[in-house]
C-alpha cells in the first residue's frame, strides 16, 4: 500500500546520467507524465503536527452516519479524533502504527485491535500512513520509472506503482486532478474523487472514497476538511473510563 516513497530527485539522477544531448535532457523534465506527477506530488501537506475539522459520511455494512469530526495527527505517529452527531460525542479514537483504540461514547464501551482489523471489520484496506495521508489530504506517490502517460478525449492519466499499489490518477483537460484509483494484489480497489482544492495549501479538501472487493462495492467514506492548522501542536485527551467494558 502506498507510502511516500521515492523523491523526484530519482528521476533527475538517472536523466542527467544518461549520456544525451541536454536538449533531450530538458524535454524529458517537460514530459507530461514528469509534469502530472509534480503535480500530484505538490498536492500534499508536509507537516509534523495536522489539526483539522470535517463533516464525515460513513456508508458500510457494519457503520454508517453523518457528523463533524475533530483531527489531530503527528506525523508518523499517532492519529487522534473524535467524532460528533448534533454537538454528542459518540466516539474518540486513538490510532498509532501498532494498532486503535475506540471508545463507544454513549454505550460506555472500548474497542481495541491491530490496524488489520479494521480491514476485516470495516473493510477499509488502509495502512497507517495511508490513513494519516487520507486525513490530511495526501496523495499516494507511484515510484517515477513506473509511470506510464495516456491522453483520453478531454482526459490526461497517468498510471505507476508502488510497492502495493497499482495507482491511476485522471486529470482534465485544465489539468485538474480528478479523481485516483488504486488496486492492490488482492484485486481491492479505493476509487477517491477530488474537490475544493485549497489554491493556499495545494491539497484537495474534499474527498469520496469508494473501495470495492473484486468490483464489489463495499461502502463510502467521505470528508470535508476545514479550519485546517499545520505546525501547531495539539494535545490530544485520551483515557479508557474504568466503567467502560471491552466490546
Not at 482526459?155 to 486529470?171: A, L, P, T, V
Request: hydrophobic share 35%.
Amino acid at each position: 500500500m502506498y507510502r511516500l516513497i521515492l523523491a523526484l530527485i530519482t528521476t533527475f539522477t538517472l536523466i542527467s546520467s544518461c549520456k544525451t544531448p541536454a536538449a533531450t535532457s530538458t524535454t524529458a523534465l517537460n514530459s507530461p507524465e514528469i509534469v502530472l506527477f509534480k503535480k500530484i506530488e505538490a498536492a500534499s501537506l508536509d507537516y509534523k503536527w495536522f489539526a483539522a475539522k470535517a463533516k464525515v459520511t460513513i456508508e458500510s455494512e457494519n457503520l454508517s452516519g453523518r457528523g463533524r469530526m475533530n483531527i489531530r495527527m503527528k506525523k508518523d505517529s499517532l492519529v487522534w479524533f473524535n467524532f460528533k452527531k448534533i454537538s454528542i460525542e459518540g466516539l474518540r479514537g486513538i490510532i498509532n502504527p501498532q494498532g486503535f483504540t475506540l471508545l463507544y461514547r454513549t454505550k460506555n464501551i472500548f474497542e481495541k485491535g491491530k490496524l488489520h482489523d479494521l480491514d476485516q471489520k470495516y473493510h477499509l484496506p488502509l495502512t497507517f500512513i495511508e490513513i494519516q495521508n487520507f486525513l490530511s489530504g495526501g496523495l499516494p506517490l507511484p515510484y517515477p520509472s513506473t509511470i506510464i502517460y495516456k491522453k483520453e478525449k478531454f482526459y490526461h492519466m497517468i498510471s505507476g506503482r508502488n510497492k502495493d499499489y497499482k495507482i491511476e490518477y485522471k486529470f482534465d483537460a485544465q489539468l485538474n486532478l480528478e479523481k485516483y484509483v488504486m488496486t492492490d494484489q488482492q484485486n481491492r480497489t479505493l476509487l477517491v474523487n477530488l474537490s475544493k482544492k485549497d489554491e493556499e495549501l495545494g491539497i484537495y479538501k474534499n474527498r469520496k472514497l469508494t473501495y470495492y472487493n473484486h468490483n464489489k462495492k463495499l461502502g463510502i467514506l467521505e470528508m470535508d476538511l476545514s479550519n485546517i492548522e499545520i505546525n501547531v501542536p495539539k494535545k490530544m485527551p485520551f483515557t479508557i473510563p474504568e466503567h467502560y467494558t471491552e466490546y
